[in-house]
């Protein structure tokens, strides 16, 4: 099998993926608009884990999307199997409900590289298409070591630190944008600012519904206040604003106070909502007292904003590819000249800590 994480491992041949999900009209679907990419070949689907186990063994798939909700054998018990004795990308497509968004976060948790909603969801066909397609490759480019290296790092049953030391009373503002691996990497991150932090934005490109699970997830385990962004909320210190999925979340300012504005709009970079459109805002409206921080992700989402607010005098920095389990968002960005610093996933926290309180 290839290995995953070479940039170049799959130029010269298809994405091999096995389906995975207990109703037909889903499978039938994924499969007829997988087969349409030149790049990508279904080569087999299955009911539910037991017949994917067989399939997995016979087709070698390079990917596999799974279902979460099956007969026989739930999808997060078959993602936990699997990642121990035979770990392989998997991108989670799974029903928009609010217990599915929960048991969701605990796919990220066990290994899941990408978690996505199914056609028919709050997204059209079109959209969760090429979201999809974009989640493969990026699932088939991942440095599944890398992604087990974070969690290793973190000791069983350690509990993030709580509190460092308070941060002076700043206007800074810390935006931060992810994609595939995202949600690891910025759990590593936020985790160890301390309850008095900055005022924090991020994008992390995730489903709609999965963003309200994942920020109050992050809630419990962080000494800042962590929600799901709302239209006109204040953005200051000890709080953490994550975007909605399914919509674009930017930063304005009246007079001293910062604030954000959730809407609509087109996809940016196949994406809503986009760390490009986060960025160029907090460009606009921070400037110098703001941070940036692109992390893991397939694709150039982020590059361009991050540029932006380098340009505008912002402090930005761009995480290393050793630590990536996707070094696309970050390379594009040093390749722009956008990224002050590269730094790895375990020094993050530390250097925009440093930076606020300088």
Same mark, same amino acid.
């Given at each position: 099998m290839a290995a995953f994480g070479s940039g170049n491992a799959y130029e010269n041949r298809k994405i091999k993926v096995l389906v995975v999900d207990d109703s037909a009209v889903v499978r039938q679907i994924l499969t007829r608009e997988l087969e349409k990419v030149p790049s990508i070949s279904v080569v087999g689907a299955a009911p539910d884990p037991y017949i994917a186990r067989e399939k997995i063994v016979r087709l070698r798939p390079d990917v596999i999307t799974l279902d979460i909700e099956m007969p026989r054998m739930d999808g997060i018990t078959f993602l936990e199997k699997l990642m121990r004795h035979h770990p392989l990308p998997v991108? *989670? *497509?799974?029903?928009?409900?609010?217990?599915?968004?929960? /048991?969701?976060?605990?796919?990220?948790?066990?290994?899941?590289?990408? *978690?996505?909603?199914?056609?028919?969801? &709050?997204?059209?066909?079109?959209?969760?298409?090429?979201?999809?397609?974009?989640?493969?490759? &990026?699932?088939?480019?991942?440095? #599944?070591?890398?992604?087990?290296?974070?969690?290793?790092?973190?000791?069983?049953?350690?509990? =993030?630190?709580?509190?460092?030391?308070? #941060?002076?009373? /700043?206007?800074?503002?810390?935006?931060?944008?992810?994609?595939?691996?995202?949600?690891?990497?910025?759990?590593?991150?936020?985790?160890?600012?301390?309850?008095?932090? =900055?005022?924090?934005?991020?994008?992390?490109?995730? =489903?709609?519904?999965?963003?309200?699970?994942?920020?109050?997830?992050?809630?419990?385990?962080?000494?800042?206040?962590?929600?799901?962004?709302?239209?006109?909320?204040?953005?200051? /210190?000890?709080?953490?604003?994550?975007?909605?999925?399914?919509?674009?979340? *930017?930063l304005r300012r009246s007079g001293a106070r910062y604030f954000v504005k959730v809407k609509g709009g087109p996809l940016v970079h196949h994406q809503r909502p986009s760390v490009d459109v986060l960025f160029h805002s907090v460009a606009e409206y &921070?400037?110098?007292?703001?941070?940036?921080? #692109?992390?893991?992700?397939?694709?150039?989402?982020?590059?361009?904003?991050?540029l932006a607010m380098r340009q505008a005098g912002a402090r930005t920095m761009a995480q290393d590819e050793r630590s990536c389990v996707v070094f696309g968002m970050p390379k594009a960005a040093i390749e722009r000249g956008a990224a002050e610093q590269v730094l790895p996933l375990r020094e993050i926290a530390s250097r925009v800590i440093s930076l606020v309180q300088g």
């Open positions: 991108v *989670v *497509v799974s029903s928009l409900t609010p217990q599915g968004s929960e /048991t969701a976060m605990r796919a990220l948790e066990l290994g899941a590289v990408e *978690v996505m909603t199914k056609p028919g969801g &709050a997204y059209s066909v079109e959209d969760i298409t090429l979201q999809l397609i974009d989640r493969i490759k &990026a699932a088939a480019q991942a440095d #599944l070591g890398a992604l087990g290296a974070s969690r290793a790092e973190k000791a069983p049953g350690a509990e =993030p630190p709580r509190r460092l030391s308070m #941060l002076r009373t /700043t206007e800074k503002i810390v935006a931060i944008g992810a994609s595939t691996g995202g949600t690891e990497a910025i759990r590593e991150v936020i985790t160890l600012f301390p309850a008095g932090g =900055p005022g924090t934005v991020i994008v992390q490109h995730m =489903p709609e519904g999965f963003t309200r699970s994942f920020a109050q997830r992050m809630n419990e385990m962080c000494a800042m206040e962590v929600r799901e962004a709302r239209d006109g909320d204040a953005v200051r /210190t000890g709080v953490i604003l994550i975007a909605p999925g399914n919509r674009h979340m *930017v &921070a400037g110098v007292n703001a941070v940036g921080v #692109l992390m893991t992700g397939m694709g150039s989402d982020g590059a361009e904003g991050l």
